[in-house]
């Protein structure tokens, strides 16, 4: 008799839509696995750790640009919108934008629900007036909002240029999902990473103390948990290189030596200098901006950037 070893008796429960990624990924040609599976628990603290890394730049200059025109934001906006972060994440950025604006209403969605329980907590603490109303799922799916804010005005806010994560076609699907969700009059405050020098592109997606490396290896780490893998770790090194004609920063996974290896029993080889695609980053320059927005049913009212021109924040109407 064949015994099929009980569901909770494993470690770790096995995401159908991770392993199906995974099995897909690896079989595809360029081998390629999508991104959002780089945050787990593990990815996202890596993740948090990048983002103070002297060479990562977008984080910081987002910040300052959230500090330095809260007025601004103030005024543009007005009091009394809901605001709705898609992909919140710690909400680390998020106080700035509140404490200037005086909303109704805060509704952070996050797929990391242990994440968005957490940062959700702190914010309500540090708000004592207003209503956190956290939502836990994928903001690239239909979300369907908390009853309570659906006649009030909205701000959707999606800094840290997550979009840059999704091709021209998923961002502008996405930025149509959002005004539907949002509804008429609805502002979009929305951070957008620009084209700039390669040499301060690619050091930004491969520090020197290589915490980024670790980010995209945990990847492979995941996999050999979650997915029964015996993927050799080691064997790969991590890759950051800029596209230019696709205006992106491409994160992959190089094999090192020829490899063999089985995840949930299927058994895959990749020769030496062989890659897994684990990342885009895209950037934009202000027209790109513009035309991907308005494809997506947004009109850029006001754009702010630093003096360098790196980084961007649009408020868009629908
Ligand atoms: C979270 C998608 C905005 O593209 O800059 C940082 C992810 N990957 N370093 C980015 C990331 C490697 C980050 N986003």
Known sequence: MLLELDRDTLSTPVDP??????????????RAIPARWLYDRAGSELFEAITDLPEYYPTRTETALLKNHAADFAEAIGP????????SGSSAKTPLLL????????????????????????????????????VEGDFTKRVRLPGKVLNSPKLGFFPGSTIGNMGPRAATELLRRMA?????????????DRVKPVEVLEPAYDDAAGVTAEFNLNLLRRINRELAGTIPVDAFAHRAIWNDAEA???????????????????RFTMGARETIHTENSHKYDPR???????????????????????????????
């Open 288 to 318: 790109a901006a513009r035309l991907l927005l308005a494809t997506g049913g947004w009109t850029v009212r006001r754009e702010w950037t630093d003096d360098k021109g790196w980084f961007s924040l649009i408020l868009a109407e629908a």
């Open 80 to 87: 009394g919108r809901a605001v709705i972060e898609f992909g």
């Open 99 to 134: 404490g200037g604006i005086d909303p109704s209403a805060y509704v952070p969605i996050d797929i990391s629900g242990e994440f968005l329980r957490e940062a959700a907590r702190g914010l309500a603490q540090r708000f004592p007036g207003l209503d956190v109303l956290p």
């Open 180 to 192: 539907e969700t949002l509804g008429d009059g609805a502002l979009l405050l929305i951070g957008m």
């Open 17 to 30: 839509a991770f392993r199906a990624d995974v099995l897909a990924g690896l079989s595809a040609w360029p």
């Open 248 to 266: 992106r920063i491409e994160m992959h996974l190089e094999a090192r030596r020829p490899v063999d290896f089985t995840v949930a029993g299927r």
